[in-house]
């Protein structure tokens, strides 16, 4: 397969090709935060299940973080790579994995000082504060893996190799999960034994890909002439900036969210806890068309096709549809049997019916998440960042107002009904500017109103 492919092959082609590593590596990276959990349910029990969900929404702030920068950077190396700008994509490269590396020493080292306080902030259950508090500590401890790990799966992906991170994720997932059975169940190490296996997994496959990152690096030409790169990194912080805010957006409406069902007590916590995993592995072939939608159109713009960036967004609708369909009917017919995965036979009634009338609600309405996604990755990939931002703030503010006024008073349904509501506000705005054309003017074209 040429290097070119995003801007050669028809658009189908070209994005399932690009999208469907990612989304199989994302499943992987998935299974094993599910692995985590289920392990942990089934042989510490409900509470040590409700003290990793209590850390999660947390924890997945900062790997949004990682992600939405590695994306941002990524957009900014894919112009490069598709105006066959060598050099100068070697320069951002460079300066993108520095950033991050000092940028997730500093993000740990505030973990560290702060995650116990913000757990009670959010309403942590007192029978869990202090083991979920310990998972977060080893957590933090090992953030610079996890930051440069997926800084170096987008570098790979604004080449057009997502199937080297894949190869890395599926290596990670599995070494994680054996070390889980090992640490858990064998050393009977509990919750800190999940931590302690994540660490050990991503930073063996952290070192792996930057191994692997330089060679793919010499084969191409040109030569960088700087290591770091103050106007390379101001260009990557306008795209990389509000795409971290649009990745941290549900995590962040998921943990001011999570501090009102902790209110319900460690039971539903649990139970929420099991149906949120469940709902991370739903979003992730979403996530994987909207991110490949994102490096698909900065390629193209880079190669001066613009025309066959609405091609592809065209094609990743009907790619949203498909994974939609099947989404919805595995969910609504097999919910309590997912959910009893994670809590066994053993989990109380409570946290088995929180679960699973969440599944059987949420279900329906993953369309409108990967139609959100995809509309996104356009804008992202084009650079138009404005209303791409602001409609992700319309998001998690709909999100946490309704959640906060509302399920207090009408009970924890209302978490769940606020999350499509947040979603469908965000395609709007996007979609919106979309129709407009603007992101075709941003590289100095003439703005024509999209088909």
């Given at each position: ?26 499943l992987?990276?998935?299974t ?28 997945n ?6 992600i ?10 894919s112009?490069?790579f598709?105006a066959k700008?060598?050099a100068?994509?070697k320069?951002?490269?460079f300066?993108?994995?520095?950033s ?12 560290l ?5 913000i ?11 202090d ?23 987008a ?16 290596f ?10 090992l ?12 931590a302690?296996?994540t660490?050990?997994a ?20 040109g ?43 460690t ?7 099991a ?22 159109t900065?390629q ?18 009907w ?26 036979t ?21 369309c409108?998440?990967g ?17 791409f931002?602001?409609?992700?703030l319309?998001n ?14 009408f ?41």
């Amino acid at each position: 397969m040429g290097k070119d492919y995003l801007t050669e092959k028809k658009p189908l082609a070209a994005l399932l090709i690009f999208a469907l590593p990612i989304i199989i590596g994302n499943l992987f990276q998935q299974t094993y935060t599910m692995a985590d959990s289920a392990i942990v349910g089934r042989f510490v029990g409900e509470s040590a299940l409700a003290a990793v969900g209590a850390s999660y929404a947390l924890t997945n702030i900062f790997i949004c973080v990682a992600i939405g920068g590695g994306i941002g950077a990524s957009v900014i190396v894919s112009r490069y790579f598709g105006a066959k700008e060598y050099a100068e994509m070697k320069n951002a490269i460079f300066t993108a994995c520095l950033s991050f590396l000092v940028l997730s020493i500093v993000l740990g080292g505030f973990g560290l000082l702060t995650g116990r306080r913000i757990l009670m902030l959010l309403n942590t259950p007192g029978d869990i504060l202090d083991v979920a508090a310990e998972y977060l500590n080893i957590y933090f401890c090992g953030l610079p893996f996890l930051f440069m790990y997926n800084v170096f799966s987008a570098m790979f992906n604004a080449l057009g190799k997502s199937k080297i991170p894949l190869c890395f994720l599926i290596f990670s997932s599995l070494f994680n999960i054996g070390l889980d059975f090992l640490l858990v169940k064998r050393f009977g190490m509990g919750v800190a034994g999940v931590a302690w296996a994540t660490w050990i997994a991503q930073g063996i496959s952290a070192v792996l890909s930057l191994c692997v990152l330089c060679l793919e690096l010499k084969k191409l030409g040109g030569r960088s002439t700087k290591y770091y790169d103050m106007s390379e990194l101001h260009s990557m912080a306008k795209v990389a900036l509000p795409s971290i805010l649009q990745q941290s957006t549900v995590s962040i409406g998921m943990m001011l969210v999570q501090s009102v069902v902790n209110g319900f007590g460690t039971e539903a916590l649990a139970g929420f806890s099991a149906a949120m995993r469940v709902e991370s592995i739903c979003v992730v072939p979403m996530a994987g068309i909207g991110n490949a939608l994102s490096s698909y159109t900065a390629q193209n713009i880079g190669a001066r096709k613009q025309e066959r960036v609405v091609e592809g967004y065209h094609v990743s609708q009907w790619m949203v549809v498909a994974c939609g369909t099947i989404i919805c009917v595995v969910l609504e017919l097999f919910h309590r049997g997912i959910i009893l995965f994670f809590l066994g036979t053993e989990g109380t009634d409570t946290a088995v019916s929180t679960g699973q009338d969440y599944l059987n609600f949420i279900g329906w309405f993953f369309c409108l998440i990967g139609f959100k996604m995809t509309v996104d990755g356009l804008l992202r990939g084009a650079g138009d960042m404005k209303m791409f931002t602001l409609a992700n703030l319309a998001n998690l503010f709909i999100r946490v107002m309704i959640a906060v006024w509302l399920a207090p008073r009408f009970g924890i349904e209302m978490v769940w009904y606020a999350v499509p509501i947040g979603w469908f506000v965000n395609w709007a705005v996007s979609y919106a500017e979309y129709r407009t054309g603007k992101w075709r003017k941003i590289y100095g074209q003439e703005a024509t109103p999209a088909r």
